[in-house]
């Protein structure tokens, strides 16, 4: 038995919509029994993207998180739904019975990820179903099919071979959301998480400082990350937590310089002007 899983790569995201509007062409008015009913032409989106912007002038970052059902393993909604009207498959995918599910508003509230919606005409909860109407038919889901910059990865957990599972296998994709402790199928790589950046400068001669080695260093765990500076003297740390960091630039002729960091929020340090070393 096959045990189905996503992940998504958001730093591939590019925010394009397609996997949106492939979504709502599949399941606009039509009606795949037993898994799902039509959805309506306005108000649902199965598959929606977050946009996440970091930072200000004159260092701004923008992110898109694909948004689904992240088919839990632990799922509040199928603990919500009366007479058995929200199950899980054996292969993972939780399914919202059309039928039994009329009248059950608790099931759209039941959800953390708020990825559950309600059909005011049909007085009927619904959502993905990670397309499982084409799984049967050995076809894989509409927004994975069209994603032009491979953002979404579909395949079966249980096969050691699979794209998704040796990605998973690999300890680098976690859960939107973990607090949820939902025990999603759906996993991401590339979250934003908090950055450090900065530009420098050789202050004597006021021009932009290339190659430029920067380590960071986190105050409480003492590991340091480093880098360099690029033609235009900007350099970056991101995926980073709250904390207290410090942050030193060397560069041979030049007095080294350390900047300490409370980061709470993404952090521009402006322009840190190099002086030349004394001889």
Not at 158 to 186: C, D, Q
């Amino acid at each position: 038995m096959a045990k189905w899983a996503m992940v998504i790569d958001v730093s591939r995201c590019t925010g394009c919509y397609c996997c949106f509007t492939a979504c709502k062409d599949e399941y606009w008015d039509n009606d795949y029994p037993p898994y799902s009913a039509g959805q309506p032409k306005h108000g649902q989106f199965w598959i929606d993207l977050v946009k996440k912007e970091r930072g200000m002038y004159p260092w701004v970052k923008v992110a898109y998180i694909p948004l689904l059902c992240m088919q839990c393993d632990d799922a509040p909604c199928v603990k919500a739904a009366k007479n058995g009207s929200v199950y899980k498959r054996p292969d993972g995918i939780v399914i919202i019975d059309s039928q039994k599910a009329v009248g059950q508003r608790q099931i759209v509230d039941a959800c953390p990820y708020h990825v559950i919606f309600w059909n005011e005409e049909k007085q009927l909860p619904q959502k993905c179903t990670f397309c499982v109407h084409m799984l049967e038919e050995g076809k894989i889901p509409k927004c994975v099919q069209v994603c032009p910059s491979q953002a979404l990865v579909f395949g079966d957990l249980e096969e050691p071979k699979s794209n998704v599972s040796k990605i998973v296998a690999s300890g680098k994709t976690e859960a939107l959301n973990p607090e949820h402790k939902t025990k999603p199928r759906v996993y991401y790589l590339g979250v934003p998480k908090l950055f450090i950046a900065g530009s420098v400068v050789y202050g004597d001669v006021d021009e932009c400082a290339e190659g430029v080695s920067v380590t960071l260093v986190d105050q409480s765990t003492r590991r340091s990350t480093e880098t360099s500076t690029n033609n235009f003297g900007d350099f970056e740390f991101d995926g980073l937590g709250t904390g207290k960091y410090s942050v030193k630039f060397e560069c041979k002729g030049y007095a080294a310089k350390t900047v300490d960091v409370d980061l709470k929020t993404d952090k521009h340090l402006g322009v840190v002007n190099l002086t030349r070393a004394r001889p």
